[in-house]
């Protein structure tokens, strides 16, 4: 996730973010990574806010957890495009900690969706180009 162009969100970790254990929950590792997948998407014009317009719905979100995180502090989330297929694309972000190591790896697919007719589209060909250009 270096070379080629991301998205890159610095988020603070909240006091609210922490377990029993001290240490950021599970659950808001998946925040980390809708935020970013939401910086994305505004992006690339792809809202989610208008339920009457094209945007998109998440059709699966995985995380694969490496370092815990604590309070206080900043995260770096940095996302880039792994896949585009006719109606979706998956996203990979890596969560990083204020010492430069990775956290977590995180997926998302997401599907471009029609909130008004409820169905998926295909991608054209100039949200393709958009989408690719974080590749």
């Known amino acids: 996730m270096g070379d080629q162009r991301d998205v890159k969100l610095i988020i603070k970790i909240e006091w609210a973010d922490l377990d029993l254990f001290g240490h950021v929950n599970n659950v808001a590792f998946f925040r980390y990574m809708q935020s970013a997948r939401i910086a994305f ?15 998109f719905m998440v059709a699966s979100s995985h995380c694969d957890f490496k370092k815990p995180l604590r309070y206080p ?21 890596a969560i990083i900690n204020g010492s430069g190591e ?16 409820k169905v998926k589209l295909p991608i054209t060909d100039s949200l393709r180009e958009s989408i690719s250009s974080y590749s």
């Open 41 to 55: 998407c505004e992006g690339i014009g792809l809202s989610s806010m208008h339920e009457n317009q094209t945007s």
């Open 102 to 117: 990775i956290s977590a790896l995180g997926e998302d697919v997401l599907v471009v969706f029609d909130h008004l007719n």
């Open 73 to 93: 502090g900043d995260i770096l989330v940095q996302s880039n495009v792994l896949w585009v297929k006719n109606t979706s694309f998956k996203l990979g972000h």
